[in-house]
Every structure is written in C-alpha cells, then in structure tokens.
C-alpha cells in the first residue's frame, strides 16, 4: 500500500493578510505592477515552503490567485466580455481587475457564491467570442516550484465541465459550441504541463456532486474521454468535494488516473457507492478525511480508522490522504492566537494544523508503531475537555427553547392585512428611498475603533467619537434626501462579529481571517456554546441617532441564519438548534428595539441560500429550519413594525418561495450585477410582498449616473407594482469611499424622485 499526504488547496492570504496588502497596495497605486509582481511570487513560494516544511508530501499550485481562480481561467481562455474592449493580447492586470471591479463607465463581472460556501467567486461570461490559450499561468507556477525549489509539484485547475456549469451566457444550443471551443484549450494547458515534467494535475470538478441528468453524465464522459485521447501522457486527478459523487457508477470508470471523494460531507454517500461499486484497481483513490470547511480538531483515531475503512472497502494499492476540500475557507494557523480560552484553542484546527492531521494520519495507517502516536491520544483528550465546557451547559438557553410553540413561528396578521396598517403609520411617499445599513469605514473610524480596542482611548471618547460620527451621517442622508435613514454601523466590524461580541456562547479570533470575495478576508466568530441575549446589542445607538431626525432610523440586525452561516459552527448540536438559539437572542433584541420607538427593523439574511444542500432535492429539510429561524426571531413584532431583511449575490431565479415564506415586508435584493436576471425571473414568479431592487453595485468604485439607475427602475416597474416597491443599493456601503457613495445616493434619490414625479403626471 502506497500512501501520501496532499491538500487540495491552501490558503493563499497568507497568515498577516499579506496577499491582501499587497492586492490592495497596488490598486492604490502605492506599488509598482513590478513590485506586485514580484511580492505576489514571493508569497506564492513561501506557501509552498511552508506546507513542505510542515511535511505535506505531495505540493499544490495552482491553487493561488491574483483575484480569483474562477476568473483566472476565464482570462487564460479569452473568455474577455465585449465591454471590456479587449483586443486579443495577453490578458493585462487592468482589464483582469476591470472585470473583477468595474472600471470608469463598465460595470464588473457578476459575482456569486461558489458552491455552498461564504466565498465569491467572478461569474464568466461567454459571448460566443473566440477563445484561445492567452497565458498558461498554471505551467509559470509549476515551472517556478520547480526551478527555483527544485520542488515537482501538482498543478491544479477547475474542471471544464464546472467552469462550463458556472458561466454563463450560453443555452442549450451555444453551450455545445462554448464546450467544442473549450477542450482544445484545456489539452494545451495539460500538454504543456506533461511536457513540462508534471506527474499529476489536480482537475477539480465540484460540479459532479450536483444532481446529474442524463445528458449531463454522457457530456462529462465524452470530455474526459477526449481529454484522455488528446493527452494520454496526462495523469489527471479528478477531484469531487461538498458532497457524494453523482453518477458513482459511470463517473468511476472515467479515463483519469484517480479521483478524489469526499468523505466528510460526502460521506455516506461515498461510503455507499464503495459498498456498491467498488472502486477501480487502475485508480489512485483521494480520500478526503480532513474536513476543509471547519476549524475543530479532528480525532485522530477516528479518522485513521475511518480511513483504513475506506482502504479496505476499496483495494486500492495507492491513495492519498487528503483535505475535503481546499483549505482555503479556513483560517491560516491557530498559533496566532494567543488570548482564545485554552481548552477551546486545544479543540481547533486550522489550516496548517489541518495539514500535521494528514500527515500523522497518513503516517499512522502506515506504521501503527510510528514514533509520534501520542498525537492520537491527545486529539481525543481537547475534542472531550470542549465538550464537558461549561459554555455548553446553559439552562435559561434550554429553558427559552423548550418553551418554544408553533405560534411562536407566525406573525399575527397576514402581509396584505399588516401592509396598509403600516403605510398609514410610517406615511412614507411612494418609491421610498434608504440604504443597506452601512456606511464608509473610513481610516479615521478604523484608527479610533483599534485605539479603543487598545485601551488608548476611554470608553466614553470611544462613545463620543461614534455619536459625531453617526450624527455627521444622519445629517449627509438628510442633505441627500432619503427617505428611511441608518446609522451607519461605524461601531460594527463585521455583520456577524458584532453580534457574536455581545452574546454569549461565541468566541473571537486575532487573525484568522478567511476570503469572503476579492481582497475581502473576514473572521467568521467561533460559536462553541449556548448562545444566550444578556443586554441590548443596538438599542443604544439606534435611538440616539433617531433622535436627531424626524425620518425613521432602521433598526439593524444580523438574523440568525447568517450568523450560523458565517460562523464557525460547534459540532456536537445540529445547525438548526443552533439556528434557534441565535434566533431567539436576536428575538430579544427586536422586543428591546420596538420599546425603544424604533418602527423599523432590517434582519439581514444574505447568507440564507449559502446553506442550502446543493442538491436541490435535499433543500426541503434545510428551508423549513432555516426560515423557521427567522421567523421565530421576527414574528413577535407588533402589526405596525415593519420588518426588512436583505439579500445579495447569489442566484435567486429558483429561490423566490423560499425568500416569500420569511413573511418579511420589505426584501433588498441584488440585481445591477446580474443585469436584471432577477426581473425577467419576477415576470414568470411574482412576488407580492415589499422590494427593493439594488439599483446599483457597490462593490465598484465607480459611480452610477442617473440614467442608468433610471432604466433599472422603469424595467423593475413593470413586474413590482409602485406599492411594494423601494429603492436602495446592493449591499451595504462599509467598503466604499465617502465620496463615491454620496455621489452615488444622491443619483440614486434623483432618479426615484424623477420615477415619483413622471407616475404622478400619469395619475393626473
């Protein structure tokens, strides 16, 4: 039995955030493209340094980016839009970064969820232009492993049949064209790599663990077989993860040197298929045992005999013993943290500490007498001292859920009772104007926040510095001319952060941040405990900052699927009982915001879709506990509060039951990105309750005109009746400038206001 130690990715920001720094440095204009050329290498060979010095025995690259892999391909193929003007020579960083960010007058690529994850990835788009090999940036990475190294390393690229399955811009007809177009340019890349010297290339095809037609499996077989034909010299590993392999039959028996199967998420089914089908002698087996998408300690035991399980169900002379899934989507390394609780800290795993799991596991089914075996025993030790924590063992959060009824799921007055009661209680004019819920972090609210978290400033200029600033910004929305006000969240990090800092049962990280999109790294919050409300989380600066207006200030809330989504999650509960737990905290926070006077509440659920299962015959389970999470936190609000909630980036075409069943009165959702796919969806399946289109994308730098916003409400006009209709941007405003975001609202509040006028000179 031959066995080695690989991940499917690492992380490639890097411990400090250096990736990050150095991206963002030279969009400033602050560093050289030479200069960000260079540094972007260094860190590039130092991961890999990093990961041999930890013992990992078979390398990846590849799995490193400028910006994201998605659009890397999409660029190595010419897969350029129109708008860009690209003329047909290799692909420069200011056409790479237009499409990532948008530039002057052309709007950005869409970006969406990869998978079920958290991370975004740049959505390519075929516009039956022809394509070509621009630059194989996957053959200057194997070839600077190997020669400045001396390392022969796996190169690793997404699969044709995903990348075809996450573009867009093609039907059922131009698809088979955009694919004949394709393979050509994916022969070259592995040619090119074989030639090189590679000895395995890494083709990740998460897309095999959807749900598979017919015609979808047959599409797959006839790729790899002509994959096979063209470069037969090419030892491919096929890698799955997310789930169980589609189609195990036919799909095990394609012409690819291994495949990879992940047995965390996938595991059962996996493990059935094995028991079924067996497992192709002629095949290198990857066993995904180490799970990629969490940060808990894994017991070593377990997963080595889970793994000589699997061995032996299989008969596989060689296999690797791997990562679920990439290890991007999980922090760097827990040695940055010094200030965690050390029976929590003994319990976590992130990415470098994922790596020593494979190689011990790896090493310990080998050599049951290997040297290092106290590891096993130690693993079980932290995993048993997290589960006797006394986080875990709250009676009032056991007593609140118990009293739990299904009245308690149900607001007490259907939307179309409640509407009209609330119309003539806020009074607000038609086509109402407000924003997300955030506004620019600007460096001057980033330096306060991290001198008071440094104990150089007072809790009361802390205080004071917030109130000037929320109060400079109540006055900016009014100049501007909104209808509905925030504000502002320039006490808030992050969504899910702030909430998990003032509940109990979360805990808080130094630096393990992970990419969310782009340059944006996050800290998801750790919920290892019951999570129980103790005091008001946002009452206070709400009310203040509605008592400089006379509009209504929205009351601003993270809703617990989100916070479940976007955290790191305890293991030895299901979600949705941790769902409830967060919901009925933020069920007492919206009881406290209602006593305060505030007549309106947003809850923000853009990481509710994230969660589904990816096969969509598996969603009904997750969606009834999800919205019923939401639900339990928002339905007690009397008839006249109205409740909001937000979602974006993510494909809504299918998810319109789901999102109406929540019973919010008003949803935000995206649609400047997606160039008005969620409209020509509305057309087919109305909705009913309140809407607000995002009207443009904030998370370019440039600037929407009128005209162009104008268009996007007259087209939204004509399925979402004036009623229901409101007017905001995507997303929230923290990542922008102050400049750019005036700019852009006080556009936005133009058109609305032009949209009044023209349907009140219809009406008269």
Not at 391 to 410: D, G, I, M
Request: charged content about 25%; glycine content about 4%; proline content about 4%.
């Amino acid at each position: 039995m031959k066995l080695a130690s690989t991940a499917i990715g690492y992380p490639y920001i890097g411990g400090n955030r250096e990736w990050k720094r150095c991206v963002e440095s030279f969009w400033k204009d602050e560093k050289s493209e030479e200069a960000f050329i260079f540094e972007m290498k260094t860190i590039r060979l130092n991961h890999l340094k990093h990961q041999q010095s930890l013992g990992l025995d078979i390398l990846t690259v590849g799995d490193f980016t400028f910006y994201d892999r998605m659009l890397d391909l999409a660029t190595m193929f010419g897969l350029i839009p129109k708008r860009y003007k690209w003329t047909g020579e290799k692909v420069n960083l200011r056409t790479y970064y237009s499409m990532a960010r948008g530039v002057d007058d052309v709007v950005a690529s869409e970006m969406t969820k990869w998978f079920n994850t958290n991370y975004h990835y740049i959505v390519p788009e075929y516009e039956d232009q022809p394509l070509r090999l621009t630059q194989n940036y996957l053959l200057d990475y194997f070839l600077e492993a190997k020669f400045e190294l001396g390392l022969i390393t796996k190169p690793t690229i997404i699969g044709p049949y995903t990348f075809v399955q996450l573009s867009k811009g093609y039907d059922s007809i131009s698809k088979a064209s955009f694919i004949l177009r394709l393979l050509p340019l994916y022969v070259q890349v592995l040619q090119q790599l074989v030639d090189a010297g590679a000895q395995w290339i890494q083709v990740e095809e998460p897309a095999l663990v959807l749900s598979l037609a017919p015609e979808d499996i047959k599409l797959v077989q006839q790729i790899y077989k002509q994959l096979a034909e063209e470069v037969p010299a090419a030892k491919l590993m096929l890698q799955t993860y997310f789930e169980g392999l589609s189609a195990y039959e036919e799909l095990i028996q394609l012409p690819v040197a291994g495949v990879g199967l992940d047995f965390i998420h996938g595991a059962d089914q996996n493990m059935a298929s094995l028991r079924k089908y067996g497992f192709p002698q002629d095949k290198v087996l990857g066993i995904g045992i180490i799970n990629g998408r969490d940060i808990w300690r894994a017991s070593l035991a377990e997963k080595a005999m889970m793994t000589k399980a699997i061995l032996s169900l299989s008969g596989v002379q060689e296999a690797w013993v791997q990562s679920s899934c990439s290890l991007q989507h999980v922090p760097v390394t827990t040695k940055s943290e010094k200030t965690l609780d050390k029976t929590l800290l003994n319990a976590l795993s992130f990415a470098d500490e994922k790596v020593i799991e494979l190689t011990h596991i790896t090493s310990f089914v080998s050599d049951e007498n290997w040297s290092g075996s106290k590891s096993v025993s130690q693993s079980i030790v932290a995993i048993q001292a997290l589960e006797q924590h006394e986080a875990r063992k709250n009676p009032r959060v056991k007593e609140l859920l118990s009293q739990v009824r299904q009245e308690h799921f149900t607001r007490p007055m259907p939307f179309k009772e409640r509407q009209p009661i609330q119309q003539e209680a806020l009074q607000l004019p038609e086509f109402p104007t407000t924003t997300i819920g955030s506004f620019p972090q600007s460096e001057q609210v980033k330096r306060t926040r991290t001198a008071w978290r440094r104990s150089e400033i007072t809790d009361t200029e802390y205080a004071e510095f917030l109130k000037s600033e929320t109060a400079r910004w109540i006055q900016i929305q009014e100049e501007i001319g909104l209808d509905v006000l925030v504000h502002g969240e320039f006490e808030r990090t992050d969504m899910v952060e702030y909430f998990g800092e003032k509940l109990k049962g979360f805990a808080f990280t130094e630096k393990a941040w992970v990419v969310s999109y782009g340059s944006r790294c996050v800290k998801p919050p750790i919920i290892y405990g019951d999570v129980e409300w103790t005091s008001p989380m946002t009452v206070k600066e709400v009310a203040e900052a509605q008592e400089l207006t006379s509009k209504y200030v929205k009351g601003m809330l993270t809703g617990p699927v989100t916070i479940l989504n976007w955290s790191f999650v305890r293991d030895d509960l299901s979600r949705e009982q941790v769902a409830n737990q967060i919901a009925l905290a933020l069920k007492e926070e919206i009881q406290a915001l209602e006593s305060a006077g505030i007549a309106i509440i947003q809850v923000d659920e853009p990481a509710l879709r994230e969660g589904l299962p990816l096969r969509k015959e598996d969603w009904n389970e997750y969606l009834s506990w999800a919205v019923n999470a939401f639900k339990l936190a928002t339905s007690s609000v009397r008839n006249e509060t109205q409740i909001h909630t937000h979602m974006c980036y993510c494909e809504f075409n299918n998810f319109i039951e789901p999102i109406r069943a929540l019973d919010a009165d008003v949803i935000s959702i995206e649609t400047s990105r997606s160039h008005g796919e969620l409209i020509q969806s509305l057309k087919q399946n109305p909705y009913e309750l309140g809407i607000g289109l995002g009207v443009y994308d904030i998370h370019s730098p440039r600037i929407p005109s009128v005209e162009e916003i104008d268009t996007i409400l007259k087209d939204s006009l004509e399925i979402i009746s004036k009623e229901q209709f409101w007017v905001n941007p995507d997303c929230g405003l923290k990542t922008r400038n102050e400049n750019e975001t005036i700019a852009s609202l006080k556009n936005m509040v133009t058109a609305a206001r032009k949209l009044r006028q023209q349907q009140q000179q219809t009406v008269s």
